[in-house]
């Protein structure tokens, strides 16, 4: 067990470190918290075994600690998260954090998968997306063709991305066998989708 002053890699006072730390999504924050507690509990045993047992008290009563504030801040999520969301396409931060999830769950969806060019199928979502206007327009570009091209349900897209964005990859996704007409109805209704397919169309 190596003990240092300073977290190695990080340039800057514990006090920065805190903000940086106090910055992340609240479920991030509990995993980070859930994490250190582990490192206690692990640190406890080895000082335990040493016959070090006040200090190993002490630090198992830390790490439950931890786990307390873990549980506390992953409530708090979820008190915010609907908000947070909500806001995201608003702020630039908050937005190239989605965005950057939007494409590693298109990655995802379309691996191994290629266009009737040979090309992989990836850069035609991204080519869509770059055509967009609105932040939430590239959003649901990158994402229009995941649920209907892969496993990755409607209800995750709805649950990382909020009911606007899933209720635009929702109208935009055509099921097998679906009339036409009926789809591009449904299209109409939605003006992000509809936003989007006329990309969808220009780019094919």
Known sequence: MKHTIHVPGFIGSHNQLAEEMGDLYYD????LLGNLGDKMKRDAASDH?????KLSTELAAAADHLYGAAERIAAAWL??????????YHDRDCFDR???????????????????SGNPYISHPLAVM???????DKI???????????????ETIRNLFGDEV???VDAITRSADEDPEA????????????????????HN
Request: net charge negative; charged share 30%.
């Open 28 to 31: 991030s924050l509990a995993d």
């Open 49 to 53: 075994q040493r016959g070090r047992m």
């Open 79 to 88: 008190v915010c998260k609907p908000r947070v969301i909500d806001a995201d």
């Open 98 to 116: 989605l965005l950057l999830l939007a494409r590693v769950i298109a990655e995802k969806a379309h691996d191994g998968q290629f266009d009737k």
């Open 130 to 136: 770059s055509m967009a206007d609105t932040g939430i």
């Open 140 to 154: 649901v570009a990158i994402l229009h063709d995941v649920v209907e091209d892969s496993d990755i349900s409607m």
């Open 166 to 168: 899933g209720a635009a």
């Open 183 to 202: 789809y591009y109805a449904r299209v109409r209704d939605n003006d992000i989708a509809l936003r989007v397919k006329h990309l969808d169309l220009k």
